[in-house]
């Protein structure tokens, strides 16, 4: 293993390193810890923490086109920028609104899909059979793929005039007389969604997988023997014995849905449709195109504010109940 | 244990429907990219007209591929590298010692991935302009700067992945390590590390795809000498033509070394979620 030096800046030598606890390794008060944490605090320092208290900092400047070559001297704005994002009878806090109630939809239905669809074929897959993992490796395709990759191949099957799915709706099935636009108006809803579960449901279905593994097999034979009917076994046996995963993975799932930047962003460029502006991609393109930054920042900070209400909101009902069901 | 009629009827289901929704997107891609450019330019057909390799030899041409590729290669090895090594430390620490600020510094790296990552996009170059004025290291638009950054990336998960696994090797395996002489640092690399290998691969394979699909912050920190595949793929769309064929063929051949690799080491993937991430 190289040293870890490479990563560490020479700043190593003052970490919290008293000289006296040196020769009690993996005593009750050892430096040692301490000092191979430090690459990770660092790094964590510079890459999330110190942006994260600028960008806090940021939503209280004024901080558009003229003060960016020299930000630090940005004027104090107070709440201002914050004013302008929540003031829903201007256009940009209606946009932020419309933006937060279109992501608000497209997280439920892309979570409780992806939840769905995963959960069913890791059941499906749960018995040994001829073929398993010839499908078991196809499933998991998607969440290997490159996103930018998967979502441009989506891009060209939405086209309206070369596309696969307009030729199937209306020259194969004949549902439709006219082609649509999916990349534009209000199908870009319908469109980010099934792209988003199409990348979405192999993860749940990867965790759902890992989480199978450890149930007991004796489980599902006793209950077998009281008659108990699959749905049964799935109501009483698998979801109860799959709580630990669940938990953890509509959180995380939750957190990457309704943060989904890259979706809308291959999928639609820079002509953001109405239907379908995510939040992140909304707040980016808030900053980039009228180089207002503070007051994407101050979005910025209300995104993240709201996701964190949400968290612990969460996590505070899980964990009450886990502490009821025990 | 038998199968009920039911039981089949919602396999065969379930298996069918979702199999052609994965593999029609995969069967567009790989056709398309072995279609004439008349083809893609006309209505949608399933079979091409004819097969030809040539998008495969013009998409080297069309775009600068060839360098978007090695630098999306030299950055997402270099951060997998570093980033599993950082991650493998700070895991060590947080399975093996109830040291002072554990619990806070657990949380904070939980609590990074739930950033948005636009919040910390803009700062983070801003921060990364004034490093560049004060300490002459160049951030902005390098592979170095990306590098950094990707390995933050994936690094808390790994933590916490690999913080699990390690949980799961016994201490009387250190204590004998002890024993016979062996340093902290000796613990980790002959005992913990061969131990925990499925683990280590698997927090690898997610650090190398996370930074392999980057786009947001690739969009914003790279210049033309440093841009990766994520946004280099764009480039195709940009021109006065849409070579629909050529962007599927240069889709397909940046994916194929992610798709294999991942799909050869998905059992370490899994069995390093069994024990880090799912218990």
Known sequence: MPPTSTTTPPRADVAPAPAAAAPRPRGRRTWFPYLILIPALLLELLIHIVPMVTGFWMSFVELTKFFIRRWTDAPFAGLENYRIAVDVSTPVGQGLLTSFLVTVAFTLLVVSLSWAIGMAAAVALQRTFRGRAVFRTLFLVPYALPMYAAVITWNFMLQRDTGAVNHVLVDQLGILDEAPFWLIGDNAFVSVVVVAIWRMWPFAFLMFMAGLQSIPGELYEASALDGASPWQQWRRITLPQLNAVNSTMLLVMFLWVFNDFNTPYVLFGTAQPAAGDLISFHIYNASFLTWDFGTGSAMSVLLLLFLLAVSLGYLHLTQRKAKRDA | ?279
């Open chain 2, 1 to 279: 244990m038998r199968e009920t009629t039911g039981e089949k009827i919602f396999r065969v289901v379930v298996l069918s429907v979702l199999s052609v929704f994965v593999l029609v997107p995969l069967y567009v891609m790989a056709t398309t990219a072995l279609k004439p450019l008349g083809d893609v330019q006309s209505s949608f057909s399933w079979i091409p007209s004819r097969v030809t390799l040539a998008p495969f030899v013009q998409m080297w041409e069309t775009v600068p591929l060839a360098r978007y590729f090695l630098n999306s290669l030299i950055v997402t090895c270099a951060a997998t590298l570093f980033s599993v090594l950082v991650a493998i430390l700070a895991a060590y620490a947080v399975s093996r010692w109830r040291f002072r600020g554990r619990g806070p510094f657990m949380t904070t790296v939980l609590s990074t991935q739930m950033f948005p990552g636009v919040l910390f996009l803009l700062p983070l170059y801003l921060i990364f302009v004034n490093i560049d004025t004060t300490f002459g290291i160049t951030l902005v638009g390098t592979r170095l700067g990306l590098i950094i950054t990707y390995l933050t990336f994936s690094l808390p998960f790994s933590v916490w992945m690999l913080a699990g696994y390690f949980d799961g090797i016994p201490r009387e395996l250190d204590d004998a390590g002890k024993v016979d002489g062996a340093s902290n640092m000796g613990i980790l690399l002959r005992i913990i590390l061969p131990a925990a290998r499925p683990g280590i691969v698997a927090v690898a394979i997610y650090a190398f795809m996370t930074a392999w699909g980057e786009v947001l912050f690739a969009s914003v920190m790279t210049t033309e000498d440093s841009r990766t595949l994520a946004v280099g793929l764009r480039q195709y769309a940009t021109q006065t033509n849409v070579y629909w064929n050529q962007i599927l063929a240069a889709s397909l051949v940046v994916s194929v070394p992610v798709v294999a690799g991942f799909l050869l080491l998905q059992k370490n993937f899994v069995a390093g979620l069994t024990a880090g991430a799912v218990k």
